[in-house]
């Protein structure tokens, strides 16, 4: 079965400090690799996402950088500030055809501290 | 633009019982995918339709099964509940599966209880 493993579980970090969240994955034939955001009672939402023939991906205070010869990609959260006190979730997306599936990291619980 | 609807929000079923969740894509969207969530197995994907056609799905039982229609809209149906069952049911719209980037959007999802 296809797996997506995240870490770490939970995660506290001071205003202004970086967050690191960790992911790694078995199946090679990923097509494509985002990162959600979600707050209690809320859906995910897409915060940035990355293709694997790209190292690196910016926008604002969140950067992905994807180590494709390693399996393994991570998010940055540069100058962390409450308002990102969520759930954050890897996910790999398996596209053939007209199918596509998600398969998503086990989450990581995210706390900024002021 | 409006975003993904899912209704109802919330749920109460007791065991044995069937229930139905529906989801509303986004406007233009046309793959809806759901997904179960919970603390012990984090989001887990049940199935994706396209075009009235479903065109994956996850490791689940045949007592969960969905339906999309004409318009797009889906619902899922579980028959035989478990207590087990107990969940966030999401729903994610995007505008097509496959050929690229797939972008899925989120509801806000079903909260389920089965008591």
């Known amino acids: 079965q296809q797996q997506v493993k995240q870490s770490p579980q939970s995660l506290i970090v001071q205003k202004g400090g970086i967050s690191i969240i960790n992911c790694a994955y078995e199946n090679t034939a990923f097509d494509y690799f985002p990162w959600y955001q979600q707050f209690p009672g809320k859906g995910p939402a897409l915060l940035i996402a990355?293709?694997?023939?790209?190292s690196e991906k910016k926008e604002g205070r969140f950067t992905i950088s994807f180590n494709k010869s390693a399996k393994q990609f991570s998010l940055h959260i540069m100058d962390s500030q409450p308002g990102d006190s969520a759930t954050y979730f890897c996910?790999?997306?398996?596209?053939?055809?007209?199918?596509?599936?998600?398969?998503f990291g086990t989450g990581t619980r995210l706390q900024v501290t002021l | 633009k409006a975003g993904v609807t899912q209704t109802p929000r919330y749920l109460i079923k007791t065991r044995g019982q069937q229930v139905t969740l529906s989801c509303s894509p986004i406007?233009?969207?046309?793959?809806v995918s759901w997904y179960q969530q919970t603390p012990g197995q984090g989001l887990q994907f049940l199935f994706e339709y396209f075009s009235e056609t479903q065109r994956n799905k996850g490791n689940f039982p045949g007592r969960f099964s969905g339906r999309q229609f004409s318009n797009s809209r889906s619902e899922m149906n579980v028959s035989t509940l478990e207590l087990g069952d107990s969940a966030l049911y999401l729903c994610?719209?995007?505008?097509?599966?496959?050929?690229?980037?797939?972008?899925?959007?989120f509801g806000p999802g079903t909260r389920l209880t089965v008591l």
């Open positions: 990355i293709r694997p023939d790209v």
């Open positions: 996910a790999a997306v398996d596209i053939t055809g007209t199918a596509s599936k998600l398969t």
């Open positions: 406007s233009g969207h046309r793959s």
């Open positions: 994610a719209s995007s505008f097509r599966p496959g050929g690229g980037y797939n972008e899925q959007f």
